[in-house]
């Protein structure tokens, strides 16, 4: 008998209205914590879609009652890549339990429900009204399953009551307190609970229940889970306020660059504010830059005009600045494209050293991808981003790689000579420069296409859909050479061999951000963790070094940056979220939050992992529009016979769309450094 009352929810704490959603439907979430605004009680969307306009969710009370009910208010074609509208609530570990509902289907097209045994918005089970009765559906990935249906008659006119009972692999459900529907399944054992659908429902009143037993072994996995993790968390250093910097008018969100302006050893941070051109995000263009120290906070220059509107961290794309010494003289400049130029400013003044003219625009812009409304927005290149490369075979890297936003890249040299242009479909978002054939000069892998030292395409994916989020390549497999790990929104995770040949490749949700690192130290080889983003938002995977699925979660929060961090030497990296309180934090590779920052009023919106105490261990930055705050570890690092410096992606290629990495690589104490 299930008799313990789990979870209850009659709606009536949430004010008439929408649910919190994100008025732009942007890509904020992608890489800054940016919640919807609002009462949400213990409720959460798990979707991000760009196509929607207005709210998902509304509280409404219908038949002029002043009960209050959750209604569905979207139309959404159950297309495999389309994810139903959903809204999670309940724990993921619940086992056995019964969900009692009452809902409104307000309309017999296509089918609206409920979803239990929760793990994801991929992963559970589905209980939908359709025209002809109930259907009982699994879904797997994009996998949606029928194990069950039953012809009955319902009425939209009418609130329907529904009974679900899970039992191991049996379910049982009934209908206005008939039986109707059982079936047998034990792919899902565990989960939470949805409300989801094709269609506009209502939903009235619901709660969950289970019995002693139940309950008991509930509770039993609570302590033994509280207490591993208690465990765990006295392994690692905590988080300790290291420095607090101003931004004062002139923050941004993550449109940061760090680097060495003086020529020593102090460390600067460049932060870009923009405006907008044209059409949403796509012609974004740099309006101030101003330099400050990372030591003292003092401000070093400042070019443009600062201003405090929050339009200046409302950006989804990269702007086009990096720091790099790039004419060797052992000091950095500051790289940035600006009113159709790109300019070499000194490091220590911000004065031009060198700029030189955007290319134009001649192609046709019918011919190429992405260009909105068929025409190019301007006679020259309003640049996307900017990587240094090395395609010359010099020394050092000193190439320049410049890009708009989805169909071309020009390479130049440091002396503004153009060396070869490319484009053949999409771009993807940041290509990878590697020297894949030890040749001294690098390849460039853009979205699907590898690109030799001269701009020849040396081999594409067999793919011509969606593009390239983020790119890792490097020894993530013992078995290999060097491989490529990508993730290309809706076209999946991959692995790739430098040759092209797919290893692997998953469509688990909108594959967005990747991370490469020893996040479990016991496995052979490296370990890949990924994120989704459209449609199902927030699912964190954890790969082993064949690509092969280790363990999933679904976060109930954005921004989940899930950058390695070396955190406390001992070569066992850390992954980085957010800095959010709750959900944020530092998470280890079997997916437990082990190191949380501390509530103190700490800028949650953006981070970043970098060594800034000057210990090898990683330091967090994060920060918002006001303020910029570090903090390091609150013990020291334990004496080792060697020092853990894991070979991590350049500070002079800083993107949003960068794939993260920690190779390990230890260091003698003698030679350090």
């Given amino acids: 008998m299930n008799d313990i009352l789990l979870f209850e929810e009659d709606f009536s704490s949430f004010p008439l209205g929408p649910f ?14 940016y919640p919807d605004k609002g009462y949400r009680g213990v409720w959460h969307d798990p979707v991000a879609n760009y196509t929607y306009k207005g709210p998902t969710w509304i509280v409404t009370n219908p038949s002029m009652e002043s009960n209050h009910v959750m209604e569905l208010s979207r139309i959404q074609e159950p297309e495999a890549k389309g994810t139903l509208p959903t809204l999670v609530s309940g724990d993921t570990d619940w086992r056995d339990y019964q969900l009692t509902i009452s809902l409104r289907p307000l309309s017999t097209d296509l089918y609206s429900g409920v979803l239990f045994r929760y793990q994801s918005s991929l992963r559970h089970y589905g209980l939908f009204f359709t025209r002809e009765g109930l259907e009982l559906h699994r879904i797997d990935l994009l996998e949606r399953t029928v194990i069950g249906a039953c012809a009955l008659s319902w009425s939209p006119d009418d609130f329907q009551h529904l009974v679900i009972t899970l039992e191991g692999k049996n379910i049982s459900i009934f209908h206005e307190g008939v039986l109707v529907l059982t079936a047998e399944d034990g792919r899902y054992e565990r989960g939470a609970i949805a409300l989801s659908g094709c269609m506009p429902t209502q939903y009235k ?26 465990q765990k968390r006295t392994q690692f250093p905590g988080m300790k306020l290291h420095r607090k910097i101003s931004l004062g008018s002139f923050g941004a969100g993550r449109q940061i660059r760090f680097g060495h302006l003086a020529g020593t050893d102090e460390q600067f ?3 870009a504010q923009h405006q907008r051109r044209v059409y949403k995000d796509r ?24 201003r405090e509107d929050e339009d200046v961290i409302h950006l989804t794309t990269d702007l086009p600045f990096q720091i790099y010494d790039i004419d060797g003289d052992g000091a950095d400049e500051v790289i940035a494209s600006w009113d159709f130029k790109i300019f070499f400013l000194d490091g220590k003044t911000g004065a031009v050293k060198f700029q030189m003219d955007t290319p134009f625009n001649s192609e046709p812009a019918d011919t190429l991808c992405g260009v909105e409304f068929g025409h190019h927005a301007f006679d020259r290149l309003n640049v996307d981003s900017i990587r240094i490369v090395n395609v010359s075979g010099k020394d050092r890297p000193s190439d320049l790689l410049i890009k708009d936003r989805y169909a071309r890249l020009w390479i130049y040299d440091n002396q503004g000579n153009l060396l070869w242009t490319f484009s053949h479909n999409n771009t993807g978002h940041f290509p990878y420069a590697y020297d894949f054939n030890k040749d001294g000069k690098d390849e460039i892998f853009s979205c699907y296409n590898m690109i030799d030292s001269k701009g020849n395409l040396l081999w594409e994916l067999p793919i011509s859909t969606d593009h390239t989020d983020e790119i890792v390549i490097g020894p993530i497999d013992p078995d ?14 991959m692995l790739l061999r430098p040759d092209g040949t797919i290893l692997k490749r998953t469509i688990n949700g909108h594959g967005q951000r990747i991370s490469v690192g020893n996040f479990l130290p016991d496995m052979r080889g490296l370990e890949i963790c990924t994120t989704t983003y459209w449609g199902s938002q927030g699912i964190v995977y954890m790969h082993n070094c064949k690509g092969e699925e280790l363990w999933h979660r679904e ?6 940056v899930i950058a390695p961090v070396n955190w406390d030497g001992s070569s066992q990296d850390l992954i980085l979220l957010s800095a959010n309180v709750k959900s944020g934090g530092l998470m280890d590779g079997e997916g437990n939050v082990v190191v949380s920052f501390p509530d103190d009023g700490h800028p949650e919106l953006c981070c970043e992992v970098l060594d800034v105490t000057g210990d090898e261990r990683d330091d967090i930055i994060v920060w918002d529009q006001k303020e910029l705050w570090v903090y390091t570890q609150d013990r020291e690092q334990p004496e080792r016979e060697k020092t853990y410096v894991p070979v991590k992606y350049p500070m002079y290629n800083a993107s949003n769309y960068r794939g993260e990495y920690c190779f390990p690589r230890f260091v003698k104490k003698s030679s350090e450094k």
Wanted: hydrophobic residues 35%.
């Fill in 20 to 33: 919190p959603y994100d008025r732009e439907h942007s890509a904020m979430g992608e890489y800054h914590y």
């Fill in 205 to 230: 009143k619901l709660s969950v229940h289970t019995n002693e037993k139940g309950l008991r072994i509930l509770e039993q996995e609570k302590r033994s889970l509280k207490t591993r993790l208690e």
């Fill in 269 to 271: 941070f460049v932060i």
């Fill in 283 to 306: 012609y974004p263009f740099i309006s101030c830059l101003t330099a400050v120290s990372l030591e003292t906070g003092e401000v070093l220059w400042q070019v443009g005009e600062s």
């Fill in 480 to 493: 290999e050479e060097d491989l490529l790990a990508i993730v290309s929104g809706w076209e999946g995770f």
């Fill in 555 to 560: 976060m109930r929060s954005n921004g989940a």
